[in-house]
């Protein structure tokens, strides 16, 4: 009888603690895929940055030599992230592909100017940057304007802006929420343990002894709920890049690192920290206040 009974404690001991892995996993999950959704977002506000396109035009006496050392100057700019030349050819025949006709056999002439392309720095990506950049662009003899659509820098910013703080607060609400209910999924666990903790006290063991094999336990299913829930990450970002392609300009291994790594931390942490608690919760009770 007492064998039967020592193994369904066994077996329910067991189940406590499997739901307590899956239960950390899932709340893992939610928070990797947070950390890979603001990943992204950074990675596309920075991709629409970067594909701002300044048209910087060369006066027609400019010789191609001299804007090829210019070319060669501004790849040296901090601020500038590549350029591309325009020559008076090349841009002759993107118009003619934009007007379905030659415009230069009707005029009889090229009126076009050979242009530099520059694409700026995402920190750079701003109208006061573009108009920083402009002025000393617009000092050079060779330059003889430079266009950019500001309205467009503008309004991008502005939506960048808001999206990023609606993604942030979500962020941080979602992080309380979600150590709240590994604390909570914790807490039950340790709950059933109580009476153990309580006996261990009463012959004697000191308060260090009896935590540690909890502590112990805590970090390792902290540890296991996280790599489930890296798991589970990785084949949910094989699926994306299979439905999505595209996805894959946005991403950096590396951030995703850093993720995973944070999705360890944090399953470690939280699980130590709240099995810490719990069981200081319950070596503090006494006898008749673990019946309530």
Known sequence: ???????????????????????????????????????????????????????????????????????KQLDGNPMVKQTQYVSKELAARNLQKDLGEDFVKFLG???LSQSLDIYLKADYANNAGIDKFKAELL???????????????????????????????????????????????????IYSQRFLIKSMQLVGATKGFIRKPFMLY???HGLLGALISIVILVLTLYIANKQ?????????????GIVFLGVIVIGIFIAGFSTFLAVNRFLRLKIYDLYR
Do not use: C
Request: glycine share 4%.
């Open 218 to 220: 805590g970090i390792w």
């Open 139 to 189: 000092k050079n003899p060779l330059v003889k304007e430079v266009k950019y659509q500001q309205s467009l820098v503008d309004q991008m910013n502005s939506n960048l802006t808001s999206i990023s703080l609606v993604i942030l607060t979500f962020a941080g609400i979602f992080v309380i929420l979600s150590v709240a209910l590994i604390n909570n999924t914790i807490r039950l666990a």
């Open 1 to 71: 009888m007492e064998e039967f009974e020592a193994s369904e404690s066994a077996k329910k001991t067991k189940t406590i603690y499997i739901s307590t892995v899956f239960g950390i996993a899932m709340v893992l999950l939610m928070i990797g895929l947070l950390g890979l959704i603001l990943v992204h977002a950074n990675n596309l506000s920075r991709y629409v940055k970067e594909n701002i396109v300044l048209n910087i035009f060369m006066d027609d006496s400019a010789h191609e030599t001299d804007v090829l050392q210019l070319q």
């Open 109 to 111: 002439y090229n009126p």
């Open 244 to 256: 999505i392609p595209d996805l894959i300009i946005l991403q950096s291994y590396t951030e995703f």
